[in-house]
């Protein structure tokens, strides 16, 4: 039978950005929320390859989805800004104010939180490494590796316990905003049947990485094309941590970049201390992720990566991935060897069996010269670890690992778009990747619903102040 729910606001996605969004609107004392998620709620999460070894192409994939969003199911580090400042920028608030408003939230919810207070003590030895490797500084420093299921675990006690409604499995398919009663309607696919549900005020988008092509779908007219055209490619290494001693003491989460201002440089992009590296899908497409897994490994994974302009071949890029996520072979990681100048035995050694992908066009996209640039970077971190990096036998190299950029919706300096009390936050805003810009956009998406149905403002300070008493 067809059911029709309703509610003041609804938001979709229950990753950190929803989250965070729905507990901020608890605390200013919204109620009548729903938090829906198309992936199961956070304790019945799992990923099949971590039992069976491989990936088996769930139609909802457990790694990017469910209540959690997708750093929920498995450890997870939290990087301060500045990386990733855009959704900064486009606020215009500064990294000090919306980082404290990050860690007295997760405070708040946690009962403690301690995050590093001191950033830059990571400052000399970052420089000491820099210097012995001729690597330089990539800006995304302060970082902590936490367990980020107690995190999620805390706000939804919370939210549940302040009477927000959770449907997990609970896939939205459409939404309408035509007019009538309610602001919005939503179509909910739930366990086979559709339901309906009538949102009366505001809806939130929070829908990250795997609702991307949902939501361009939804929002196209009103989404724009990125102004830079830009894809991350590169390779996954996996060594054992006393492999990395040399950097790994010293550093919770190591970020390096060669050859700093030019548009292709080479950076590291994500160490995954005792992870593994996993397979997932994500809009259908297989792609490759460092995690931690439920068993923590010896292993450390390292992404190395290289940003590419894909400037007018961007939808040839997208081809590319299709075709290259579905067949077997692995061709930029053979690329790579030959620049390591490893020989054809050591190469077997290497290479994980158990991921393998395709030849495809990829050849074309990603530049013979990048090659060299990201085994010129491993040659470096190999340095830093005393060879054994690199060493024979020793780790596995995996590849390619793919980024691309996603496009922007046009935001109000609200985060509302330009449907009328639709909001979006978190990594669906395409300005910024990572736990704690998308938990910030989340907050600030719940202030800025609560100010607009108030006679309140948010100032520079990321603080909520009397519009009456507005200075101009
Ligand atoms: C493997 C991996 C490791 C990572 N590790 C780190 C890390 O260590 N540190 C860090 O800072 N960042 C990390 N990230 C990035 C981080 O996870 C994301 O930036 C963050 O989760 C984004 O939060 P979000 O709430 O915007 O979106 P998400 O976390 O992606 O959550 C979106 C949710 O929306 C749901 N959804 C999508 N479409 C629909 C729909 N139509 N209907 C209903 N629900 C829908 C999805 O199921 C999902 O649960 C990692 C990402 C991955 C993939």
Same mark, same amino acid.
């Given at each position: 039978?067809?059911?029709?729910?309703?509610?003041?606001?609804?938001?979709?996605?229950?990753?950190?950005?929803?989250?965070? @969004?729905?507990?901020?609107?608890?605390?200013?004392?919204?109620?009548? /929320?729903?938090?829906?998620?198309?992936?199961?709620?956070?304790?019945?999460?799992?990923?099949?390859?971590?039992?069976?070894?491989? @990936?088996?192409?769930?139609?909802?994939?457990?790694?990017?989805?469910?209540?959690?969003?997708?750093?929920?199911?498995?450890?997870?580090?939290? @990087?301060?800004?500045?990386?990733?400042?855009?959704?900064?920028?486009?606020?215009?608030?500064?990294?000090?104010?919306?980082?404290?408003?990050?860690?007295?939230?997760?405070?708040?919810?946690?009962?403690?939180?301690?995050?590093?207070?001191?950033?830059?003590?990571?400052?000399?030895?970052?420089?000491?490494?820099?210097?012995?490797?001729?690597?330089?500084?990539?800006?995304?420093?302060?970082?902590?590796?936490? +367990?980020?299921?107690?995190?999620?675990?805390?706000?939804?006690?919370?939210?549940?316990?302040?009477?927000?409604?959770?449907?997990?499995?609970?896939?939205?398919?459409?939404?309408?905003?035509?007019?009538?009663?309610?602001?919005?309607?939503?179509?909910?696919?739930?366990?086979?049947?559709?339901?309906?549900?009538?949102?009366?005020?505001?809806?939130?988008?929070?829908?990250?990485?795997?609702?991307?092509?949902?939501?361009?779908?939804?929002?196209?007219?009103?989404?724009?094309?990125?102004?830079?055209?830009?894809?991350?490619?590169?390779?996954?290494?996996?060594?054992?941590?006393?492999?990395?001693?040399?950097?790994?003491?010293?550093?919770?989460?190591?970020?390096?970049?060669?050859?700093?201002?030019?548009? +292709?440089?080479?950076?590291?992009?994500?160490? @995954?201390?005792?992870?593994?590296?996993?397979?997932?899908?994500?809009?259908?497409?297989?792609?490759?992720?460092?995690?931690?897994?439920?068993?923590?490994?010896?292993?450390?994974?390292?992404?190395?990566?290289?940003?590419?302009?894909?400037?007018?071949?961007?939808?040839?890029? +997208?081809?590319? /991935?299709?075709?290259?996520?579905?067949?077997?072979?692995?061709?930029?990681?053979?690329?790579?060897?030959?620049?390591?100048?490893?020989?054809?035995?050591?190469?077997?050694?290497?290479?994980?069996?158990?991921?393998?992908?395709?030849?495809?066009?990829?050849?074309?996209?990603?530049?013979?010269?990048?090659?060299?640039?990201?085994?010129?970077?491993?040659?470096?971190?190999?340095?830093?670890?005393?060879?054994?990096?690199?060493?024979?036998?020793?780790?596995?190299?995996?590849?390619?690992?793919?980024?691309?950029?996603?496009?922007?919706?046009?935001?109000?300096?609200?985060?509302?778009?330009?449907?009328?009390?639709?909001?979006?936050?978190? +990594?669906?805003?395409?300005?910024?990747?990572?736990?704690?810009?998308?938990?910030?956009?989340?907050?600030?998406?719940?202030?800025?619903?609560?100010?607009?149905?108030?006679?309140?403002?948010?100032?520079?300070?990321?603080? /909520?102040?009397?519009?009456?008493?507005?200075?101009?």
């Amino acid at each position: 039978m067809k059911k029709r729910m309703n509610c003041k606001v609804a938001i979709i996605g229950a990753g950190p950005a929803g989250l965070a @969004c729905a507990a901020e609107l608890i605390s200013l004392g919204q109620r009548d /929320i729903i938090l829906i998620d198309k992936g199961p709620n956070l304790f019945a999460r799992q990923c099949p390859a971590l039992r069976k070894g491989q @990936c088996t192409q769930c139609r909802i994939c457990s790694l990017y989805s469910g209540v959690g969003g997708a750093s929920g199911l498995l450890g997870g580090k939290l @990087c301060h800004f500045p990386a990733g400042s855009r959704i900064l920028d486009h606020v215009g608030l500064t990294s000090e104010v919306a980082n404290h408003k990050v860690d007295s939230f997760l405070s708040h919810i946690q009962g403690s939180f301690s995050p590093p207070r001191s950033y830059e003590l990571l400052a000399p030895d970052l420089t000491r490494l820099t210097k012995e490797a001729t690597l330089k500084q990539y800006l995304s420093i302060p970082l902590l590796s936490t +367990d980020m299921h107690t995190i999620f675990k805390s706000m939804v006690t919370f939210l549940t316990l302040n009477g927000v409604t959770l449907l997990s499995d609970t896939n939205v398919i459409d939404l309408e905003n035509k007019g009538g009663n309610a602001e919005f309607t939503l179509k909910l696919a739930i366990n086979g049947s559709t339901e309906t549900l009538d949102v009366y005020e505001s809806l939130v988008i929070a829908t990250g990485r795997s609702g991307e092509s949902w939501l361009m779908k939804l929002l196209s007219p009103t989404i724009v094309a990125p102004t830079y055209d830009f894809v991350d490619v590169g390779v996954r290494i996996e060594v054992p941590n006393n492999a990395a001693e040399g950097i790994l003491p010293l550093l919770q989460d190591p970020k390096f970049k060669i050859r700093p201002g030019q548009p +292709d440089e080479v950076r590291t992009l994500c160490w @995954c201390r005792g992870g593994e590296i996993t397979q997932g899908m994500v809009n259908g497409k297989m792609l490759i992720d460092g995690h931690f897994g439920s068993v923590f490994t010896k292993n450390t994974s390292v992404s190395i990566v290289s940003r590419v302009s894909a400037n007018t071949k961007f939808s040839a890029f +997208d081809k590319a /991935i299709d075709h290259f996520s579905s067949k077997q072979s692995i061709p930029i990681v053979e690329n790579l060897h030959r620049f390591l100048g490893l020989n054809h035995s050591k190469l077997h050694a290497i290479i994980e069996p158990k991921l393998k992908y395709d030849e495809c066009h990829f050849r074309k996209i990603m530049d013979v010269g990048l090659y060299a640039k990201i085994a010129e970077m491993l040659f470096e971190l190999n340095d830093i670890s005393n060879g054994d990096l690199l060493k024979s036998n020793f780790g596995s190299v995996y590849g390619p690992v793919i980024d691309k950029f996603w496009p922007t919706p046009v935001l109000s300096g609200e985060l509302e778009s330009q449907i009328k009390n639709l909001y979006i936050a978190g +990594d669906a805003t395409g300005l910024g990747r990572g736990i704690i810009q998308s938990i910030f956009s989340g907050l600030y998406a719940a202030t800025s619903i609560y100010c607009k149905n108030s006679k309140f403002y948010i100032n520079r300070d990321g603080l /909520i102040r009397d519009s009456a008493r507005r200075v101009a």
